[in-house]
């Protein structure tokens, strides 16, 4: 032993490290007594390298004496990190803790324009009677917006609505959803039943004020099969009526006049509010005007490929905004578009 360093024997290196582990207060100081001891530099890998200079019977007794030494301090170090482990989780714990006891957040969450909510639960409505949804485009061609629709450009009907035309009078903005019907039977090379509702938005020259806005929403729906009748019609605006304003509700049709469809009808509904008795609602007549309608017109039908002595429908058109003003008691139809975040939370949905 007398060729050793007598300052580096495995006992000692023994005690100096387990000194050392017992020490150490961090990950990081483990991590230095670790470099220091137990790696490829450490101290007891020096120790190995020094059996090569001993004499051959005194191998066995030092190696036993360094491998003892290292299981020692290997033992020592792992108990060290695991207890430095836990120390240092349950310090991050407890300053990460929630006190619940305390008011959570709120973060405010948003709600459905009642808007959307009415043009949600008819197409609901119309989908579960087995109708289509068509949705068309804004940007309409006065053929399409106006004449298939039996509003041709010297017809009287046209001074009830102005319109929106872009650059010309052949391109326009649509002021109705029944633009979508005239491109669906035309596009039917072979003419088959038809079922479809077109939701969206329309534009009409207007001045905005509580009632009106120069742009709304329609919801316009078209039905054409062999023997289509009024009655068909009836039947499908009643269960529209009672769906939309409840089971007690009925409704009753008015003879008018819409160029593209004949008869046509205006239908009224039952007042939700009174039960028919009259109130401010229903202005005392304890009817409350909600849509029109009627039975699509055979110029119509003839025009967009479809032979009315063949085939017949009907035809009807909503307004969102009506409706959704009746059911929610909203006053002015500008509160749709104002973007309010009060108005909206008065409207959570189902």
């Known amino acids: 032993m007398s060729e050793i360093n007598e300052n580096l024997t495995p006992e000692s290196v023994q005690q100096e490290a387990l000194a050392e582990i017992g020490k150490a207060q961090s990950a990081s100081e483990l991590s230095e007594v670790y470099n220091a001891f137990l790696s490829k530099k450490g101290k007891l890998s020096q120790l190995m390298a020094m059996m090569g200079k001993l004499a051959k019977e005194e191998k066995a007794k030092f190696g036993k004496a360094v491998n003892e030494a290292k299981q020692a301090i290997t033992e020592a170090f792992a108990k060290k990190k695991e207890e430095s482990e836990k120390k240092e989780l349950s310090e991050r714990l407890s300053k990460e803790k929630i006190d619940i006891s305390l008011p959570g957040y709120d973060f405010g969450v948003g709600h459905i324009n009642p808007y959307y909510q009415v043009i949600d639960e008819v197409t609901d409505v119309f989908v579960s009677m087995g109708y289509e949804v068509i949705g068309g485009t804004e940007v309409e061609s006065d053929h399409f917006n106006f004449e298939l629709l039996n509003v041709p450009k010297d017809h009287p009907s046209r001074d009830m609505q102005d319109t929106f035309y872009l650059g ?11 633009a979508a019907q005239a491109h669906t039977m035309l596009e ?31 919801i316009e729906g078209l039905v054409v099969d062999k023997k289509v009748s009024l009655s068909d019609l009836k039947g499908t605006l009643e269960l529209f009526a009672k769906k939309m304003f409840g089971e007690k509700r009925e409704i009753r049709l008015r003879s008018s006049y819409f160029p593209f469809t004949e008869p046509s009808v205006e239908v009224d509904v039952s007042c939700f509010n009174c039960g028919g008795k009259g109130c401010a609602i229903c202005k005392g007549s304890g009817w409350i005007e909600i849509l029109g309608a009627g039975m699509v017109n055979p110029k119509v039908l003839s025009d967009c490929g479809y032979d009315p002595n063949e085939w017949s429908g009907f035809a009807f058109g909503v307004g969102v905004e009506r409706v959704a003003m009746l059911r929610y008691g909203i006053d002015d139809i500008r509160r749709f578009y104002q973007n309010d975040v009060r108005f909206l939370k008065d409207f959570k949905g189902e």
Do not use: C, W
């Open 188 to 218: 039917k090379e072979v003419k088959t039943p038809i079922k479809m509702i077109s939701p969206g938005k329309v534009y009409r020259r207007d001045d905005d004020d509580m009632t009106h806005s120069h742009q709304f929403a329609q």
């Open 168 to 178: 010309n009078v052949e391109k326009l903005l649509r002021t109705q959803t029944s």
